[in-house]
């Protein structure tokens, strides 16, 4: 009746029962191959002027004048926007942080000082790009120079510059987790392995296309409609509406189609603020469209996160008995979403394994770097990512085989649903059998043969192993473990699924999808109860505030369509069905809901099939052909719906509670090939295993996997947002962060296990965010390969050619690690 | 900062003749997209790396952020737009729906245009010549596999 969706021809549908778990082809492919998606720079309002922001091109400064007069004189020029304007008309955005990051006062634009290179200090808005441009060129900002912290380590140290004075330092946060009995766990323990320090390197998932805005200003109804690509407008409009002293309904925000997200599409809402006061102070749209350099100069940094004085309690047969370490977390200038890295993290506090003993000690400082925000596998990456490397280093000291210590301690199947020692619950999942359908993809049996082969042609080989949890469906209620006085707890999304008049099936998210096919998998979810087609369901694209479809934490972020917008789908589809059978009921004259059924596209009597009614009879009578119904009938067959995981409170003394609803996993496999000349290497197996439950769409499935590894390598090898010590970035622009391209690919295999989620209401678990397994994998596969050739371990996350290269020759490079007892 | 120049250029784009006052400076890019309202080719970077923006001009696979508006006077250029027969899908359209090849959909019409132009010049390309036709167009979301598939495909 809509798209002509078919099957592809991989798959039957006749043999299939339920639309879920198919391959249907995505509808909204159709529009995208055309050219029709509509993206943000696509959307056009007469009379629009563009958005420029002059951005700082120091690291630290004060401001000490700003002159606008001869950027405002130029021609084609609406108008501008600074600092000063914004802290008068603005109230400082709210904060995450207690105490000293609370204290920080972050702004649309710089006030008085900046912070990073790149920071948005005016904006000017004129009739083109071009002109907007080459008025901001006319702009003349004084500043006075100030030293930089550009390196986390130091920037507590006596003496170095504090980046917001508010705050008194640059301490953001701090806060111990300690799970567990240490000092019983390190006294037993027949080994410590300690490590000195190991690094996770700051990099994003770069979305193809940059951040944007349409902001158009009703004045009557005082109204901002915000035509964007922000991904989590319910964060959004948190934080702007009471910085903006407006209700939250003032702020409509509209999407449709987004170019890639990720995460990095959250923390916008700084320059939405500038839009909006422009569109109210010019009078006109106002289009705000990111130039990549931007982009990569200013958004969304994923955490870069030490790991000091690690030490781990181990047992001569690979247990794992505890670990203890300091964590040092740069969140970049401003908190824009932090700290709650400092606590995400916790939501895979064990990794896959069953350590019962932890203490991680978390700080996280400020420096004069781009502000860091949500990448792909928030926090959780970082924190897998140490687990990982403790058990390949463990495995090093000891002598113990990866695999083995691997099976030792990943919690096993028959111990699920597994209650980690911080509460959270591991809902599903079989480990170990994914280890092996993964060894099995890269052919690991033949590994000591292929090693010496490799060898014989001067190459020396190594194999990794990378696990990972893909925690899913946030309970919010772990931001109180960051600051108690936050009010944040559980989750929720919504849907709406009605009939229309001539019987369309419409159906409307509240989400913000940025490419995992939520019209598709949506539409399956709503065919298998209304039992029509696919092809017969009509979901709207994108987000609408105005729509009424959205709850407090709507958006499409953290790894939760699949169990929170398709448990709200279903929900809502099911009261619409129950009002469709409360509707036959009566038309027919009083007939009971037991006696009926769904069948073709409209609701018939069992025994006598031929009293068939159409949805569109349904829908026209009850929108447009009313009269002489019961009064009490109670039926709109306009049904909305709000899922909401069962969530508790967390206990935030203990830092005890369940964080996330499901618990999906990805397990990697990586050969690879060194060449010892240059330390230039290639990955010649690769496999990614991956169960996320009950799969609605595995085509979809295997995408998002797809696309996870592929960042995941392209961080293990090459993408780092790199500053020098004056605080510059050197790589902000596409030549210089290299990304991976077609050629870059290495041969990948694919394979999959579900074990249905028993606490969802479809089986399903969150997913999109496993692929850090690259980045442990990769890792894990260096360190191998080094093994017998120098021993070096490995230190960081990012290993391009020439730092495997060092490490050959000079295995200090690697991480420092001592084992006592 | 000087008054910009203006030029006038025809071009014809998927068959349809636009004559336009341009700024001499302007991208062919943003020409097509701001001016022409036709917005299925994108924007992805500054610097000519990602191939959000390709397009077939005079025969020739192009970024078009790497050229001039006034360059192109008197071209004749096809985009994504042009790629379909009314609402029939051609067939390497098809196959990327088929493969699933794309996922956000922002760098697809560059995709498909740099795929275009390979299969016509090389009807059955290699593997090979498949990614190396692919490697000036960046995606994020689909690690490229399935794209390759599509185009394999589609040469079939």
């Given amino acids: 009746m809509t798209s002509s969706t078919t099957i592809t021809p991989e798959q039957v549908i ?26 943000v720079d696509d959307v056009k309002r007469h009379g629009m002027g563009y958005l420029h922001f002059v951005r700082s091109p120091y690291a630290h400064a004060h401001i000490t004048s700003i002159d606008v007069s001869a950027a405002e004189q130029h021609p084609g020029v609406y108008g501008t926007l600074t600092g000063e304007e914004v802290a008068a008309l603005t109230d400082p955005f709210f904060q995450i942080a207690s105490v000293p990051g609370a204290n920080v006062k972050d702004y649309a634009l710089a006030v008085g000082k900046v912070r990073y290179v790149g920071e948005a200090i005016v904006a000017v808005v004129a009739e083109t790009r071009e002109a907007a441009r080459d008025a901001s060129e006319l702009v003349e900002i004084e500043y006075e120079p100030l030293d930089a912290i550009t390196d986390a380590r130091h920037a507590q140290d006596d003496g170095v510059p504090t980046i917001h004075e508010d705050a008194g ?73 009471p910085a903006m002293k407006v209700g939250l309904d003032k702020l409509r925000f509209v999407t449709q189609d987004i170019g890639g997200g ?162 959270c619950v591991y809902d599903s999942g079989d480990y170990a059998q994914m280890l092996d359908i993964a060894l099995g993809l890269v052919d690991y049996q033949n590994v000591a043969k292929r090693r010496s082969e490799a060898e014989s042609r001067g190459k020396l080989l190594g194999v990794g192993i990378g696990s990972t949890l893909d925690s899913g469906t946030n309970n919010f209620g772990q931001s109180r473990m960051i ?70 934490f709507s958006g499409t972020y953290a790894s939760q369509f699949a169990v929170t917008g398709l448990s709200a789908v279903k929900g809502a589809t099911e009261m619409l069905r129950e009002e469709i059978f409360k509707l036959a009921g009566a038309v027919f004259g009083g007939v009971p809901a037991e006696a009926l059924e769904l069948a073709d596209g409209g609701i018939r009597i069992k025994e006598s099939p031929e009293a068939f009614l159409p949805f569109m009879a349904c829908g026209a009578i009850i929108n447009a052909n009313n009269a ?82 592929a960042q995941a390598l392209g961080a293990a090898t090459h993408e780092q947002f790199v500053y020098d010590e004056d605080g510059n ?68 996350s990012c290993n391009p050619y020439h730092r495997v290269w060092e490490m050959l020759n000079d295995p200090s490079t690697g991480a420092r690690v001592e084992v006592t007892r | 900062m000087s008054a910009t120049t203006e030029r006038s250029i025809t071009v014809t784009i998927n068959g349809t003749t636009y004559e336009r006052e341009v700024e001499a400076r302007k991208l062919l890019i943003h020409f097509v997209r701001d001016d022409l309202d036709l917005t299925g080719s994108h924007i992805g970077c500054d610097t000519g790396n990602c191939g959000a923006c390709s397009l077939i001009v005079d025969g020739t696979l192009v970024k078009s952020c790497m050229m001039l508006a006034v360059q192109a006077d008197g071209a004749t250029i096809e985009s994504v737009e042009g790629l379909a027969d009314g609402d029939e899908l051609n067939k390497l359209q098809a196959a990327f729906r088929e493969h699933h090849a794309l996922q956000c959909g922002y760098c697809t019409p560059g995709m498909l245009m740099s795929a275009t132009a390979l299969l016509r010049a090389n009807p059955h390309p290699s593997d090979d ?17 399935n794209i390759f598939e599509a185009v394999k495909a589609a040469s079939e």
């Fill in chain 1, 14 to 39: 006749e043999a299939q029962e339920t639309w879920k778990g198919q391959n249907v082809p995505r509808k909204e492919d159709r529009r995208l191959v055309q050219g029709q998606g509509v993206f």
């Fill in chain 1, 169 to 241: 330092g640059n301490l953001m946060w701090h806060g111990v987790y300690e799970w567990g009995d240490l000092d019983a766990a390190f006294a037993e323990a027949d080994k410590v392995v300690k490590i000195d320090e190991l690094h996770f390197h700051r990099f994003n998932s770069t979305p193809l296309e940059c951040d944007g805005a349409l902001v158009e200003f009703n004045r009557g109804m005082g109204q901002w409609t915000i035509t964007t690509n922000n991904q989590f407008p319910g964060f959004a409009v948190i934080m702007m509406g």
């Fill in chain 1, 262 to 423: 990720f995460g990095n599409k959250i923390t916008s809402h700084p320059q939405l603020v500038a839009c909006c006061l422009l569109a109210r102070k010019l009078n006109r749209p106002i289009q705000w469209t990111e130039w990549r350099t931007d982009f990569h100069l200013s958004m969304s940094h994923g955490n870069e996160r030490w790991f000091h004085e690690t030490e781990v309690a181990v047992n001569n047969d690979g247990t794992l008995l505890g670990f203890r370490t300091k964590a040092l977390d740069d969140a970049g200038a401003y908190l824009r979403y932090e700290p709650l890295g400092g606590v995400i993290w916790a939501q895979v506090t064990p990794g896959m394994y069953k350590w019962k003993n932890i203490r991680v000690d978390f700080t996280q400082v400020a420096t004069n770097k781009a502000p860091v925000s949500p990448n792909r596998g928030y926090s959780r990456m970082q924190h897998l990512w140490f687990t990982e490397r403790i058990i390949d280093i463990v495995a090093h000291e000891l002598e113990l085989d990866p695999v083995e210590i691997r099976k030792r301690n990943y919690v096993r199947v028959e111990d699920m649903p597994y209650t980690t020692p911080n509460g």
């Fill in chain 1, 483 to 552: 600051n108690p006085e936050l009010q944040f707890s559980g989750n929720n999304e919504v849907a709406t699924v009605k009939l229309d008049i001539f019987g369309e099936i419409v159906v409307t998210l509240g989400t913000t999808p940025q490419g995992q096919g939520h019209e598709t998998t949506a539409a399956q979810v709503v065919a298998d109860i209304l039992k029509c087609s696919v092809d017969d369901v009509f979901v709207r694209a994108g987000h609408d505030s105005y729509w009424n479809s959205h709850a407090g």
């Fill in chain 1, 628 to 709: 002489g119904l019961p009064e009490d009938l109670g039926v709109t067959l306009n049904c909305r719906y709000v899922y909401r995981p069962p969530f508790d409170v967390p206990d935030v003394e203990k830092k005890y509670g369940n964080l996330t609803l499901t618990y999906a996993t990805q397990i990697h496999a990586a050969v690879i090939e060194i060449d010892p000349e240059t330390g230039h290497y290639d990955i010649v197996d690769y496999a990614a295993v991956d169960d996320c439950g009950k799969r609605i769409n595995p085509q979809i499935v295997e995408g998002q996997v797809m696309g996870a590894t």
């Fill in chain 1, 729 to 796: 970035l050197l790589t902000p622009n596409f030549y210089d962060y290299h990304v991976p391209h077609a050629l870059d690919m290495p041969p990948l295999q694919t394979g999959f296990v579900e074990t249905p989620s028993p606490f969802t209401p479809l089986g399903t678990k969150g997913m999109g965010e496993g692929g850090g397994a690259g980045i442990h994998a990769v890792c894990s596969a260096v360190q191998d390969a080094l093994r017998n050739h120098g021993g070096a371990l490995v230190y960081d």
């Fill in chain 2, 129 to 145: 010549e498949i990614k190396k036709s692919l490697q000036g167009n960046i995606c994020r979301c689909t690690g490229y596999w």
